[in-house]
């Protein structure tokens, strides 16, 4: 008994739950502000919006920037329902809270940014479903530890993996567990205090890994060594930074990444004295180091570092510097000493390092250099001619040379001063001060790629080697290209001031071409017919005048594949003008034919138009639309001037209302019938015509003719009018005449008679058959005459004159009617 009662009020109880549930969901929604930041691809950008909470973005979202909000927590619905999210990216936020659940819903997700916020302890709960995550960046949280619980255990496709930050101090031996393989791995572990060995370790393949390890260099040397030696391999690339490193003690961590065979590091942001470099390259004596970067480097010493001359590094083949301080820039002394350590590589780059002069001394140890990088540095003319000693170089094998970003302004002493080098492929001279280019240059024979970009160039002159194969000229004052480069591959014009696409007989070779950011307004077929063998062109941010011209080639031309591909992306061609296309992609462009065909759309359209007013009227004069509206008009014209009469008419009162006792409507062909027969016998009628049985002679009737009655002047359907007005019948004299010929009469009085006997009534109309006439005779259009024949009783006109007399009675009768028995 009680079942179906406990049942019901589960139920019940369900409902109401589920009700709140929805209430409290779509008040959470309600609360949570809104971000419209997405674009074509649903990649959506709602980076510093202010948000204090996750925003409300469309479900179809691939991507979502909510970096540098507010952010302090997320919740569990927060994130429901955005199933295709690829990459989410909480970086910058405030974020304390997230819950367990939150992350749940996002099964797509490859990419999860939540460095830099406030999460205090990292939850395993949150990746449990995450099982297509790839990049996971946790850097710069308050977390003291990791590895209290295995937090990675679920993500199975994990690449990518950054974790650490000024509050780290602690790695448990099962931080990594789960995670088997890996291409980058980033610990910032500046203030490490503990660390289980072995925790970093089991991770192979393992791609590259960067580490922050100060606290532990500077005082904690053996933990540093347990870290290195859990990630150090042979072919993985370790990348140290915030490293400073002074004395002996410090540098002894690299006796495990020495030992282990490590053969690519680098040093990010490091700061190191004299001895400490001398202690280095003890420590790598021997070592199959291959190449040594350092990216960001502060010098506190004076470059003495011969004391290490003894040691072997024949193995190194790169040496890479960028950014280099050097504090007592005054004392440095030369390279001179170093010919242990630069008869080796056959790579050395030194960038941005304020180096104004290389002696030609010191080049000459680098005997098997063959590609020299001192990009961004303070070289001159003149100094470049003492670090190439004077075209005399002993540089024989340096195939690549990059001079690029000095204060370098004659173009013919770089040409002369690499004359010499048989060897040299490539050269990069750009973002120099050169102006202007000479005439004639010497080259050597081998150069195939030539950067001269970012310089100032205004013209180009033969002075460009015939041998190019890719020659870089973005970023000059060039207005023109005039010289033939018939081995040339690929050209970069991007960034001058082209109107017009050069000649491509010039370049027979030519594959690629770009010319982004020019003045072009368009190009067409036959500016790219010229070009043989072009296959990949950039041409973008351009100012486009979308013509159909244009608009149709872009089209057309280079999306079925003509050979040509635009390898900037569509979106980058822009229209400029005109300017209602202003801003729009070219390829989005819809030129109407009226736009692009505007002479044979106007005589096209003209044309039609032409055509179905033709086509209308013929249709209207077949339907008779014309006689229908001249009707009308008469009608209303007639009613209206009947309206002003009869008002005359009752302020005059003068006139009599019935002058006539009928109004005849003929047709002009029957004016005989009419003059011989009606009109003398009904006006004056002779005693013989009537029967001799009747003694009396019939009152003569007075009639209404038009020809007789009408007042001359008077427009004709107002004479009808007043004529039928002023009669107390009307008679028509039907016949085929009447009917066929003589329309305009008739319409005249069949408007009048429609109009009276139509909405007037009470005197019907008299109608006399002058030859025998059926009611499919008359057009259709005439239904008011139809009607009236087929209700109305007609008299038709004998042919035999016996019965003549009684015609003439019947007709008087109906004419008198009523007068007649009173
Ligand atoms: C975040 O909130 C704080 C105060 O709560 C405010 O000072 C700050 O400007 C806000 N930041 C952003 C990016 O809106
Ligand atoms: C470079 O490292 C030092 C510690 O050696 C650190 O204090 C500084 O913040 C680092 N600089 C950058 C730009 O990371
Ligand atoms: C540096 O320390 C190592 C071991 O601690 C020692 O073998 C070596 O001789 C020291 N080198 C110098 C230059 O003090
Ligand atoms: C020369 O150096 C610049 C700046 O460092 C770099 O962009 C360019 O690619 C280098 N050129 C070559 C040929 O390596
Ligand atoms: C030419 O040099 C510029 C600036 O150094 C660089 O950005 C560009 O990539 C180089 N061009 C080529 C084709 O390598």
């Keep these: 008994m009680g079942q179906p009662t406990f049942l019901l009020f589960t139920l019940l109880l369900l409902l109401l739950l589920l009700a709140l549930c929805r209430g409290q969901r779509s008040n959470l929604d309600a609360g949570r502000p809104s971000c419209d930041g997405c674009d074509l691809h ?5 980076s510093c919006g202010g948000f204090s909470r996750v925003p409300v973005v469309t479900d179809r979202a691939l991507t979502l920037d909510l970096s540098f909000n507010n952010i302090t927590m997320v919740t569990d619905v927060d994130l429901t329902g955005h199933r295709p999210l690829r990459a989410l990216s909480l970086h910058g936020n405030r974020l304390s809270v997230i819950h367990p659940s939150a992350f749940d819903s996002l099964w797509s997700l490859e990419d999860l940014d939540l460095s830099n916020n406030q999460l205090t302890a990292l939850n395993h709960e949150w990746f449990n479903k995450l099982g297509a995550l790839q990049r996971l960046n946790l850097l710069n949280n308050p977390y003291r530890c990791v590895g209290s619980a295995p937090v990675f255990q679920g993500l199975v496709r994990l690449r990518r993996l950054a974790l650490g930050g000024p509050a780290l101090e602690e790695i448990k031996a099962g931080a990594l567990s789960g995670v088997t393989q890996l291409d980058e791995l980033t610990v910032q572990a500046n203030n490490l205090q503990r660390y289980e060995a072995g925790a970093l370790a089991y991770v192979w393949p393992l791609g590259r890994v960067s580490l922050s390890l100060h606290g532990p260099f500077f005082s904690n040397v053996s933990l540093a060594s347990a870290v290195l ?97 050097v504090l007592d820039v005054f004392k440095f ?3 001179l000493q170093l010919q242990f350590l630069l008869q080796y590589p056959r790579k050395v780059s030194v960038i941005n390092g304020k180096v104004f002069v290389m002696p030609c001394a010191t080049s000459g140890l680098l005997v098997n250099l063959q590609y020299l990088d001192l990009s961004d540095n303070l070289l001159t003319d003149m100094t470049l001619v003492e670090t190439l000693c004077e075209g005399q170089s002993k540089l024989k ?7 690029s970003g000095n204060a370098l302004k004659s173009l013919s002493t770089v040409s002369w001063l690499v004359a010499n080098l048989y060897k040299l492929t490539h050269l990069d001279i750009s973002r120099t001060a050169y102006s202007s280019m000479p005439q004639s240059c010497t080259w050597p024979s081998t150069l195939r790629h030539l950067n001269i970009s970012g310089a100032k160039l205004t013209t180009t002159t033969p002075c460009l080697p015939p041998t190019l194969e890719v020659l870089d000229l973005s970023n ?60 990949n062109l950039q041409a973008g941010q351009n100012k486009f005048v979308c013509s159909c011209e244009f608009v149709a080639f872009f089209r057309s031309g280079t999306k079925e594949g003509g050979g040509v591909s635009l390898t900037d992306g569509e ?46 009227f013929v249709l209207l004069w077949r339907l008779h639309a014309f006689w229908y509206l001249r009707m009308t008009w008469a009608w209303l014209k007639a009613k209206h001037s009947s309206r002003r009469r009869r008002r005359l008419r009752e302020e005059a009162a003068s006139e009599a209302l019935l002058s006539f006792d009928a109004f005849v409507s003929y047709s002009e062909r029957d004016a005989s019938w009419v003059e011989t027969f009606l009109v003398p016998e009904l006006e004056e009628p ?48 039907l016949s085929e005449n009447f009917v066929q010929s003589d329309w305009c009469r008739y319409e005249l009085d069949f408007s ?32 008011k005459l139809r009607k009236l024949m087929s209700s109305t009783t007609y008299l038709e006109w004998p042919q035999d004159e016996e019965r003549r007399g009684e015609f003439w009675r019947s007709l008087r009768n109906a004419l008198r009617g009523e007068e007649e028995e009173d």
């Design 42 to 46: 649903l990649s959506c950008n709602c």
């Design 229 to 325: 030696r859990d990630v150090s391999y042979p072919e993985t690339p370790l990348i140290l930074e915030d490293l400073h490193l002074i004395g002996n003690q410090s540098v002894q961590p690299f006796r495990e990444t020495a030992r282990r065979r490590v053969r690519h590091m680098t040093f990010r942001n490091l700061s190191t004295s004299d001895e400490a470099v001398v202690d280095i390259l003890v420590v790598f004596d021997g070592a199959p180091l291959t190449s040594l970067s350092f990216d960001g480097i502060t010098l506190t010493g004076e470059g003495r570092w011969e004391k290490a001359s003894q040691t072997d590094h024949r193995s190194i083949d790169e040496f890479f510097v960028r950014n280099i301080v």
């Design 333 to 335: 002394v030369s390279f």
């Design 397 to 403: 094998d340096l195939r690549v040379l990059n001079v």
């Design 476 to 535: 000059n004052d060039l207005k023109s290209f005039t010289e033939a480069l018939p081995a040339l591959r690929e050209l970069h014009l991007s960034g001058n001031k082209f109107m017009r696409v050069p000649p491509g007989r010039l370049f027979p070779s030519l594959q690629t071409l770009s010319i982004q950011s020019n003045t072009l307004n368009m190009f067409s077929r036959s500016d790219f017919q010229s070009y043989e063998r072009l296959q």
């Design 571 to 616: 979106e980058s061609y822009v229209c400029d003008s005109p300017l209602y296309l202003q801003g729009k992609p070219v390829g989005q462009v819809r030129l109407s034919v009226a736009v692009c065909h505007r002479v044979l759309f106007v005589s096209v359209s003209c044309g039609v138009a032409l055509f179905a007013g033709i086509l209308v």
């Design 686 to 733: 002779s005693e013989t015509d009537e029967d001799s049985a009747n003694p009396r002679t019939p009152r003569p009737l007075t009639l209404c003719l038009h020809k007789r009655d009408f007042l001359p002047g008077q427009w004709i359907v107002d004479n009808i009018m007043s004529a039928m007005e002023r009669s107390r019948r009307t008679i028509f004299v």
């Design 752 to 783: 009048h008679f429609w109009l009276f006997n139509g909405d007037g009534g009470g005197e019907p109309a008299i109608l006399i058959l002058l030859e025998p006439l059926s009611q499919d005779d008359i057009p259709r259009r005439f239904c």
